[in-house]
């Protein structure tokens, strides 16, 4: 894909929860997922930790930045093409799907950014929830409608009109980083839960060893598509500030493929002058071999809550404050 970096429209920002301007510089780097241009700058607020890009790409030119294999065109589990990717792609959403039922036992559930609907998909064959979905990719909810017959507004939740009847789960899977405006789109949430209804969410984990290994190259950056990084401690804070109490905090991924996102952008900044060596990183890095050496330990990580991908479950107990 070809994009012209002077064609590219660009904002300033100030922090979005405490709305503070003033903050310092943590690294500028490049795209380095899909390697299109441009130069992004991440900043930290300094009055409540919230990290930022600083300026950011207004909402339209963003959008240059998702191509077809991001995560929203991901095909569902039941249409992969071998057993095995089929067993994987449900797996994560079991996992996910266990981990809610600690805390929500069935009702109404709303995905946010649904993707191509793995987690409506196994909440719906669980038979304890009725679902319904938003995703602000046509593709990705023409195939969630036609797969699944379930309710998908295609947009974002700031054009979502909630029914009348409130819900008792709303999901966030790897979302909330994308939205311009993360504290409108908490409280937005509040207002369509019930009273005792469930959030969870799940952010790159900032306080995570992959991020003090890989710095700057940690897969969990994602420039420019992540807007926000959250800092453990500051989304707790937002979230008891906006009528939330956080119930649990676990790692449901252990990362194999996260951990070999970071290896890669670590080792673009030699692949000019070790081409065949980067080459050979990589190939042993997915080899059986390592995946299989690596499963006890990213396993460990995860309890520890050290993986690259951490959720929070919240549960709302009063009112938002404005």
């Given at each position: 894909m070809s994009i012209d970096p002077r064609s590219l429209a660009w904002e300033p920002t100030v922090c979005d929860w405490c709305g503070s301007n003033?903050?310092?510089l943590l690294f500028e780097g490049p795209d380095r997922l899909e390697r299109l241009p441009g130069s992004f700058r991440m900043v930290q607020c300094e009055q409540c930790g919230?990290?930022?890009?600083?300026p950011r790409l207004a909402w339209e030119s963003l959008q240059h930045y998702y191509i077809d294999d991001y995560a929203a065109y991901a095909l569902m589990a039941k249409d992969e093409t071998t057993p095995l990717r089929r067993w994987n792609r449900r797996?994560?959403?079991?996992?996910r799907l266990r981990a809610i039922q600690r805390h929500a036992q069935g009702g109404r559930m709303l995905d946010v950014g649904c993707g191509t609907g793995l987690f409506l998909e196994a909440c719906k064959a669980s038979g304890q929830w009725k679902v319904a979905g938003i995703e602000p990719t046509q593709q990705a909810c023409e195939y969630v409608r036609s797969s699944l017959q379930v309710p998908v507004h295609h947009g974002t939740l700031a054009d979502f009109t909630p029914p009348e009847q409130p819900f008792d789960l709303i999901t966030l899977w790897n979302v909330l980083e994308h939205v311009p405006d993360p504290a409108a789109s908490i409280r937005r949430c509040h207002a369509m839960l019930?009273?005792?209804?469930?959030?969870?969410?799940?952010i790159p984990n900032v306080e995570g060893i992959g991020k003090r290994v890989f710095g700057k190259y940690w897969v969990g950056w994602d420039l420019p598509r992540h807007l926000f990084i959250f800092p453990?401690?500051?989304?707790?804070?937002?979230?008891?500030?906006l009528g939330f109490e956080v119930v649990d905090a676990r790692c449901l991924s252990t990362s194999y493929a996260l951990l070999g996102h970071s290896l890669d952008f670590w080792?673009?900044?030699w692949e000019d002058r070790f081409p065949r060596l980067r080459s050979l990183l990589l190939r042993v890095y997915h080899s059986l071999p390592v995946r299989l050496a690596l499963m006890v330990p990213?396993?460990?990580l995860d309890k520890s809550r050290q993986t690259t991908l951490l959720t929070i479950f919240a549960r709302k107990i009063g009112p938002s404050q404005p």
């Open positions: 003033q903050a310092h919230l990290i930022r890009q600083n797996y994560g959403s079991a996992k019930a009273d005792g209804g469930l959030l969870a969410l799940t453990r401690p500051m989304l707790e804070t937002m979230l008891g500030d080792s673009q900044s990213l396993w460990l």
